[in-house]
Structures are given as structure tokens and as C-alpha cells.
């Protein structure tokens, strides 16, 4: 079984900062991609920043020049620093990876965390 854990959530004021944290952690081989969506009632998930292995980031639109994202290969963790937060901001976020686990014949297959909210407000 494999399962990813985000810590870091919370509320913060505008103009201010967040680091999320995700670490993946069960039965795995091998993990590949590593990254960050979010979500808001009505609206679809959308990507806030992804990172491969070889540190390589592609970022969604809102999140490029605030946000970066990092990981650590060593200990299959991602995280996500958030400068100059803004209310639109406002989400619940989820960690995602995609990992190949441990069992015979195993494939590469996508995970997801539980969530973790993140609120701008004043």
C-alpha cells in the first residue's frame, strides 16, 4: 500500500507565505513524477506545479514567480513554497505522485493525498 501525507495548510493573510509538504511512503519501488493540484467547489483540479526526478518543474500559470516546488529523491518528499499569497489562492490542495509500488509486474500509477486547505484572508 502506498500513501501520500501533506502537512502545512492553513490561514494566512494576504501577501503572505506557506510551505506544503507531501511525503510518500509505503510499499515503493520507484517514484517518478512528484507534484501539486488544487481545487475549489465548482471547479475542476488544477496543476499548481509538478517535479520530475531529475528536478525538472513545469508550473501552472497562477503559480509561476511564487510558488516553487521541491523534492527530495531521498526521502520521496515533495514540497511547495508559497510567497505573495493571494485570496484566489484559496484552496484545498493535493499532493500527487506517480509511483511504481512493489508487487510483482507492477506498473507506474497515480496517487493522490487526502487534501490539505490553504486560506488567504484578512
Known amino acids: 500500500q502506498v500513501q501520500l501525507v501533506e502537512s502545512g495548510g492553513g490561514l494566512v493573510q494576504p501577501g503572505g507565505s506557506l510551505r506544503l509538504s507531501c511525503a510518500a511512503s509505503g510499499n515503493i519501488f520507484r517514484v517518478n513524477t512528484m507534484g501539486w493540484y488544487r481545487q475549489t467547489p465548482g471547479k475542476q483540479r488544477e496543476l499548481v506545479a509538478a517535479?520530475?526526478?531529475?528536478?525538472?518543474?513545469n508550473y501552472g500559470d497562477a503559480a509561476k514567480g511564487r510558488f516553487t516546488v521541491s523534492r527530495d529523491n531521498a526521502k520521496n518528499t515533495v514540497h511547495l513554497q508559497m510567497n505573495n499569497l493571494k485570496p484566489e489562492d484559496t484552496a484545498v490542495y493535493y499532493c500527487?505522485?506517480?509511483?511504481?509500488?512493489?508487487?510483482?509486474?507492477?506498473?507506474?500509477?497515480?496517487?493522490w493525498g487526502q487534501g490539505t486547505q490553504v486560506t488567504v484572508s484578512s
Open positions: 500527487n505522485a506517480v509511483i511504481m509500488d512493489t508487487s510483482p509486474r507492477s506498473y507506474y500509477k497515480q496517487y
Open positions: 517535479i520530475t526526478t531529475g528536478t525538472s518543474a
